[in-house]
């Protein structure tokens, strides 16, 4: 009877760290050139990641994919560790490539760009954490495009 006693117990306290947590919430604070290597364009996308929930979310690793326009830009990885204080937040710095041919796609959807509207960004990732404690965020928006000066 004790040894399924001392069972249960685990059982319950593995499956109260499963509980729901609320989302990541995600800011793009920034991209920071990095060296180009052949066709390709290279940048360090900064992050702020801030956690809303009781728990601290360690991370071993990193995944981001940036879409705009519904088409797919930039791809990055990064095997970086850290923790993401509860009710705290962290940045982060993700190196990010940009192939030539989504330079390309990117160019030819641009040129069908309207004044005044906005593209599409969609910015998916993930904190690598386990089996059970891996975290997803996603985050999306318009990207005005700057509106030319005026001359009194």
């Not at 993930?126 to 059970?132: A, I, Q, T």
Request: charged share 20%; with cysteine.
């Amino acid at each position: 009877m004790r040894p399924l006693l001392v069972l249960l117990v685990f059982l319950l306290a593995g499956c109260a760290s499963l509980a729901p947590r609320d989302p990541l919430r995600i800011d793009l604070l920034g991209l920071e050139p990095l060296p180009a290597q052949g066709m390709e364009m290279r940048f360090a996308v900064v992050l702020r990641v801030q956690n809303p929930n009781d728990n601290p979310i360690d991370y071993d690793g990193l995944s981001v994919e940036l879409e705009i326009n519904d088409q797919p830009l930039a791809s990055g990885v990064s095997d970086q560790r850290g923790q993401v204080p509860r009710y705290g937040e962290a940045l982060l710095r993700v190196p990010l490539s940009i192939s030539a041919l989504s330079m390309m796609r990117q160019a030819w959807a641009a040129a069908g760009y309207r004044e005044n509207r906005g593209l599409p960004y969609e910015l998916r990732g993930k904190l690598g954490g386990g089996l059970f404690g891996t975290a997803r965020f996603s985050d999306s928006g318009t990207l005005d495009w700057p509106q030319p000066a005026t001359t009194p």
